[in-house]
């Protein structure tokens, strides 16, 4: 098995270009079943993107991958086409689930494997299911399978969601795409991968509406075939590489972002003490050497993202005084702790409430990852550790951040993957 060993305590310098955003391709992939003929670029060749490429094959579209131009080429022939997503495929990548919308809307069918817990909670499916009844979908669980039918086709509807879920949003927007009549979504996620979808459904010839909370998907009757889209780019890696530049950069760029949408991100950065230039597509972090305490809480968009919890905690551990992080989205998300505390970290947990008393330094251990966004904050704990860190199952990381060792070699990181 794949691990990485990184050499810490060296400051970086240098640029790191951002990636296409993984999380707005998934959806955007599952909105491919509703055409004929999609062109994707900037998508991030990472393990989920794969998983979903794969997904879709099973479905019966054709996709061409071009590596070298980060660009997909996406057919739907409308020959053969299986309204299945298997487990094997949903398990270890849940946005799979997102399939149900566009199956359901387009053929009227779709059976979906229920993508089941995973290492950050339960993550359950409820407020999907809960859109797609109130458009007319009737639906049972077996076999661990979600079984939907819609014979007349779906049909607008009024739906508020008593709580916020991102997939619950794109799973409602995309069946909404062929529904009759009025969708209104209310209390929806306004994540910025929601906007992506939301202008890549329009390309297709979808009507929506965007105010606040609320989405309006007025039916539509000039659907379009054929579509080019560039997908947005990842402002979570993006954050991910503040926070790296945060921990032991002397220069860093970070390049082909737009600093608006990460508003939260940069103001929380700035309130730690991180010094930071913006630009119009970039941000430069330079050396941050007195760093404060903070008291957080992770939020839906655009509050600060669970996605970046992992890694904010590593840098308050060298943050002057004691901070607190409330993990209010995901029940069981702080499996990097004990990982953080072998290394040196002196950080206590409680439920949803992370305590961290900093500054500590950290030295290097031999850590396991247990999810994505855990496993890249062990990279970062390692790039600021004493000695060498050694990272398991690696696999995780795959998932979800292009290059990584090359973008943070081309810093002068000393990291490597035997
Ligand atoms: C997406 C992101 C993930 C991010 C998360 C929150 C993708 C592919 N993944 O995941 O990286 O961490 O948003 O920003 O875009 N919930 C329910 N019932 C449901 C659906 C969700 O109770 O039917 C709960 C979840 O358990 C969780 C909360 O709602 O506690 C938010 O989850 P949700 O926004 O749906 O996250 P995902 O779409 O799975």
Request: charged fraction near 25%; glycine fraction near 6%.
């Amino acid at each position: 098995m794949q691990k990485l060993i990184i050499k810490g305590k060296r400051y970086l310098n240098g640029k790191i270009l951002i990636s296409g955003s993984k999380n707005a391709t998934l959806p955007i992939l599952a909105a491919c079943i509703l055409s004929n003929n999609i062109k994707l670029q900037n998508i991030p060749l990472v393990k989920d993107i794969f998983t979903m490429v794969e997904l879709l094959e099973f479905i019966g579209l054709k996709v061409k991958i071009f590596k070298k131009q980060n660009t997909l080429e996406i057919l739907n022939n409308g020959n053969k086409i299986n309204t299945l997503a298997p487990y094997r495929l949903v398990k270890t990548m849940r946005a799979g689930v997102l399939v149900l919308g566009s199956l359901l809307t387009k053929y009227k069918k779709a059976k979906v494997s229920l993508p089941g817990g995973c290492a950050i909670g339960t993550r359950p499916v409820d407020l999907h299911l809960f859109a797609l009844k109130k458009m007319g979908a009737k639906i049972k669980i077996k076999n661990g399978y979600i079984i939907a039918e819609a014979k007349k086709g779906l049909r607008g509807s009024t739906i508020k969601f008593p709580s916020i879920s991102v997939g619950a949003t794109e799973n409602a927007l995309l069946a909404a795409f062929n529904a009759k009549g009025k969708t209104i979504l209310k209390n929806c996620a306004i994540e910025p991968e929601i906007r992506d979808l939301i202008s890549f459904l329009i390309k297709l010839g979808a009507n929506i509406k965007f105010s606040g909370r609320t989405i309006t998907i007025n039916e539509s009757i000039n659907k379009k075939l054929k579509a080019n889209h560039e997908v947005m780019f990842d402002r979570i890696e993006a954050g991910t590489y503040l926070i790296a530049s945060a921990l032991v950069g002397e220069r860093i760029t970070i390049d082909r972002i737009n600093p608006e949408i990460i508003k939260t991100e940069i103001n929380t950065l700035k309130k730690i003490g991180v010094k930071i230039k913006k630009d119009k597509s970039s941000i430069t972090i330079l050396n941050s050497k007195y760093l404060k305490k903070i008291n957080i809480s992770t939020k839906p968009y655009p509050g600060f993202p669970t996605d970046l919890q992992a890694q904010l905690m590593v840098l308050l551990t060298q943050a002057e005084g004691t901070s607190k992080i409330k993990e209010d989205i995901f029940e069981n998300r702080f499996m990097h702790v004990p990982e953080l505390n072998r290394m040196g970290a002196k950080i206590e947990t409680n439920n949803k409430i992370a305590i961290i008393n900093g500054p500590t330094k950290l030295t290097g251990a031999e850590v396991m990852a247990t999810d994505l966004r855990a496993s890249v904050s062990l990279v970062l704990a390692g790039l600021v550790a004493e000695n060498r860190t050694v990272i398991n199952r690696i696999y995780h990381l795959d998932r979800g951040y292009e290059l990584l060792e090359k973008k943070l070699k081309s810093c002068k990181a000393e990291i490597r993957r035997v």
